[in-house]
């Protein structure tokens, strides 16, 4: 318990206001990831490459206000590393930090036995929920419809119509919920007494938590069969997915989630990146945030759409209203999906794509005339940005521009051009722009060439592309 209790720790000394939450799960092929994600200070890019050596802590403005040698940081990385396992930090100054234990631990036999819950446990059952803080909420929530039950949100002051076969509120809510089945406290043991009424339990022990709602509802359950991984629950599809998101702790979160539902995931960071990818290869699905600075992930709906992919896009947002949801529509997103989104809802979302995945195998090269044309419109892209970057004298931006186009030319097939834009990259990083004149003439001219015969061929192949997988 030393290494998750000091990275605890830390968090809650490094968050002054927000939250810190700590998960755990257990990784498909064995072992266990602990996760202490906070909304703290942060740390810089610089600090992270040195933060488990020994006596070094991140250097803000107000370390001294905190304390601390970052000792505690470089014993952790060590006990990891002696029981094989890793630590790893995702950071951002002003937003909080992800450190993520992976450890190769075996699981113990009579551990084993004690999850032999059905998923059936709970079928038929309604649980209404009153539960102050939203994490809470979702992760009882999710549970519940893991193991069969119906989860609805209960208002006190406003029962819903259909009455629920157990309540389960929470501190908070206990003073208006006079006849609650269940309470749920951080202070519970992990065993509570099903004696007692209301039973109280902690919203952390899940099994003491299902044998209180199981008790409160009068069901018996027989431990017959351990309960599945995320993986072993997932869609037996797995797709290629595209995740854009700006927050490197939603990118940690998100990211893991799919691939432990079994799913292949690409990361892009902002909305001109994820233009680059989608120009690169085939995705299943586009999860985009919509809240992103620059390019926001309505622009990036459009733009995906004005350059034909019919690939599916998914918006995850804090909040859906009217106006967004609208929004989302004249932009061409599918479906909204609102933060912090749970295993059960991703799931079910790749369920219904998964139908349409294998539906589209039938039609061999539907995507081909779509993805064409999106080479050839980044290429455009590309051009006008160097364009723009040459009238402005800006050799950086030349420059990095360049480093992105002989990427994209290099998964897109054409190598020849990549390795000529990585040396007009190169020139112009040793000597500036003038140093490249007639070369960058003849290699405009070619990029010109190469987004013509792109835009015909992707015309021709499209001509017979009917299936929109926006209504799939």
């Given at each position: ?171 908070q809510a206990m003073p208006r919920c006079s006849d609650a089945d269940v309470v749920v406290s951080a202070m519970a043991p992990a065993v509570p007494d099903l004696t007692q009424t209301p039973v109280v339990a902690s919203p952390y022990a899940w099994r003491g ?264």
């Amino acid at each position: 318990m030393k290494v998750p209790t000091s990275h605890f720790s830390n968090a809650v000394k490094f968050t002054e206001q927000g939250k810190v939450i700590v998960t755990a799960m257990r990784k498909p092929g064995g072992g266990v990831e602990i996760r202490v994600i906070d909304t703290g200070i942060g740390i810089a890019g610089r600090d992270q490459i040195r933060l488990f050596e020994p006596f070094v802590q991140a250097e803000q403005p107000d370390t001294r206000h905190y304390g601390g040698t970052g000792l505690g940081l470089s014993i952790c990385r060590r006990l990891v590393e002696l029981m094989s396992g890793e630590i790893r930090v995702v950071s951002e100054p002003g937003l909080g930090s992800c450190f993520t234990v992976s450890l190769p631990l075996v699981t113990a036999g009579a551990a084993a036995s004690a999850d032999a819950w059905p998923r059936t446990a709970l079928r038929g059952l309604t649980v209404g929920l009153s539960v102050t803080l939203r994490e809470l909420y979702q992760g009882v929530e999710q549970l519940l419809q893991f193991y069969g039950a119906r989860a609805v949100k209960y208002d006190p002051d406003a029962p819903p119509a259909t009455p629920v076969d157990v309540l389960v509120c929470d501190e908070q809510a206990m003073p208006r919920c006079s006849d609650a089945d269940v309470v749920v406290s951080a202070m519970a043991p992990a065993v509570p007494d099903l004696t007692q009424t209301p039973v109280v339990a902690s919203p952390y022990a899940w099994r003491g938590l299902l044998a209180a709602i199981a008790a409160a509802a009068g069901v018996e359950v027989t431990e017959t069969q351990a309960p599945l991984s995320a993986r072993e629950y997932a869609p037996a599809t797995q797709l290629a997915l595209l995740l854009v998101e700006d927050h490197p702790i939603n990118q940690v979160v998100m990211r893991e989630q799919l691939e432990n539902l079994g799913q292949k995931v690409d990361l892009a960071s902002d909305g001109p990146e994820a233009l680059l990818m989608a120009s690169g290869r085939h995705y299943d699905l586009v999860l985009t945030d919509l809240q992103m600075p620059g390019m926001d992930g309505f622009t990036l709906a459009r733009r995906l759409r004005d350059a034909g992919l019919a690939t599916p896009i998914v918006a995850v947002t804090a909040s859906v209203g009217p106006d967004v949801a609208e929004r989302c529509q004249q932009a061409g997103i599918d479906r909204c999906l609102t933060k912090p989104v749970g295993l059960v809802t991703l799931r079910k979302l790749l369920e219904d794509l998964s139908s349409a995945h294998m539906a589209a195998r039938a039609a061999p090269g539907q995507h081909a005339g779509g993805d064409t044309l999106l080479h050839a419109d980044a290429l455009r892209r590309d051009q006008r940005a160097l364009a723009e970057a040459l009238l402005a004298g800006d050799a950086e931006a030349f420059a990095q521009r360049l480093h992105g186009l002989a990427g994209a030319l290099s998964v897109m097939g054409h190598a020849l051009q990549s390795q000529a834009c990585r040396w007009l990259e190169q020139a112009v990083r040793r000597s500036g722009l003038v140093a490249i004149g007639a070369d960058w003439q003849a290699f405009h001219a070619e990029l010109e060439q190469l987004a013509d015969g792109l835009e015909s061929q992707g015309g021709t192949q499209g001509a017979n592309y009917t299936t929109d997988l926006r209504h799939a």
